[in-house]
């Protein structure tokens, strides 16, 4: 069974930091782009960023450029989410999901309709 299982959310202080990882079962995460997605309260889900799977190109939102890092480790089949110098903005449950698609356009359109969605990881930055 394909399975991805977002953890690593938790409540941080802004200005802190966390690591979100995006592990996969049943596939090999290596052969899709992987996106990060985010819904905050009362808000619609927005794309955070992605990475292709073909050159290992990542794409961010303008609202996390030089504070979140996607990156894979293949050997544990995961796509983290590094992210820094965190706000309270970025309170939200954050998702992953393989897509056909990867791009600067991709991360800042519309959610694509991907089915189902996994549990996220609950993420809240506040004081």
């Known amino acids: 069974q394909m399975q991805l299982v977002e953890s690593g959310g938790g409540l941080v202080q802004p200005g802190g930091s966390l690591r979100l990882s995006c592990a996969a079962s049943g596939f090999t995460l290596d052969h899709y782009h992987v996106g990060w997605f985010r819904q905050a309260p009362g808000k619609e889900r927005e794309g955070v960023s992605c990475?292709?799977?073909?050159?290992?190109?990542?794409y961010y939102i303008d609202s996390v450029k030089g504070r979140f890092t996607i990156s894979r480790d293949s050997a544990k089949n995961t796509v983290y989410l590094q992210m820094d110098s965190l706000k309270p903005e970025d309170t939200a449950v954050y998702y992953c999901?393989?897509?056909?698609?990867?791009?600067?356009?991709?991360?800042?359109?519309?959610?694509?309709?991907?089915?189902?969605w996994g549990q996220g990881t609950q993420v809240t930055v506040s004081s």
């Open positions: 999901a393989t897509d056909l698609f990867c791009s600067s356009d991709y991360v800042q359109g519309p959610v694509p309709n991907l089915g189902s």
């Open positions: 990475i292709r799977h073909s050159d290992g190109s990542t």
